[in-house]
């Protein structure tokens, strides 16, 4: 179970990396180095987070994302369900999760080796839209095709954010590729 508390510590542990990350880079950046700035031990770090980069690669969104997507209406093609789960989504981050999770992408951007640890945290995200339509009668393959094709534009935006103006927020980059892939008629 998480407690309020377990979610202090996380918050503070990501501050801290974010913090250390951007005056010193990624990789001159240690776990102890992290855990002494927020104040705990590293065990207490590998609690929350399994490596040090899953700081800026991973997110407690998952199963949010896999609800929303079951939420649409299951007569919809397994791509639509899943473009307008993501969309949905969208709506319940904040403006200080956008805020964090802007310096995260400005900091995986900038590295080749993040950008490959962002793959790994897409199939996460990925499997648990996947059962999420499977266990709606949607066969694996379309269910993964759906999850592949939206979370690509998806991470498309996200890598993207990094470069535009500070007013452009994720939603809005994300409304935007998800449009992309917008059955034929349907509003862009």
């Not at 499977?134 to 066969?139: E, R």
């Not at 534009?153 to 103006?165: G, H, K, S, Y």
Request: aromatic fraction near 4%; include cysteine; proline fraction near 6%.
């Amino acid at each position: 179970m998480v407690t309020p508390r377990s979610l202090r510590t996380r918050a503070r542990i990501l501050d801290a990396a974010l913090d250390l990350f951007e005056r010193q880079g990624y990789a001159a950046t240690t776990v102890n180095q992290i855990a002494d700035a927020a104040g705990v031990t590293p065990m207490t770090f590998f609690r929350h987070f399994p490596t040090k980069d899953a700081v800026l690669v991973t997110d407690p969104y998952d199963p949010l994302i896999a609800e929303a997507v079951g939420a649409q209406p299951v007569h919809l093609p397994p791509l639509e369900r899943t473009r307008l789960g993501l969309l949905a989504a969208l709506g319940d981050i904040t403006p200080t999760e956008d805020a964090t999770a802007r310096r995260r992408v400005a900091l995986v951007a900038a590295s080749p080796a993040l950008r490959a640890a962002v793959v790994i945290g897409t199939e996460a995200t990925q499997e648990a839209i996947v059962q999420r339509l499977v266990a709606d009668g949607v066969t694996r393959l379309d269910a993964s095709i759906a999850a592949s094709a939206c979370l690509a534009a998806t991470t498309a935006a996200l890598l993207a954010w990094a470069t535009e103006p500070d007013d452009v927020t994720l939603a809005h980059l994300v409304r935007h590729a998800l449009a992309q892939l917008a059955p034929a008629g349907a509003a862009r």
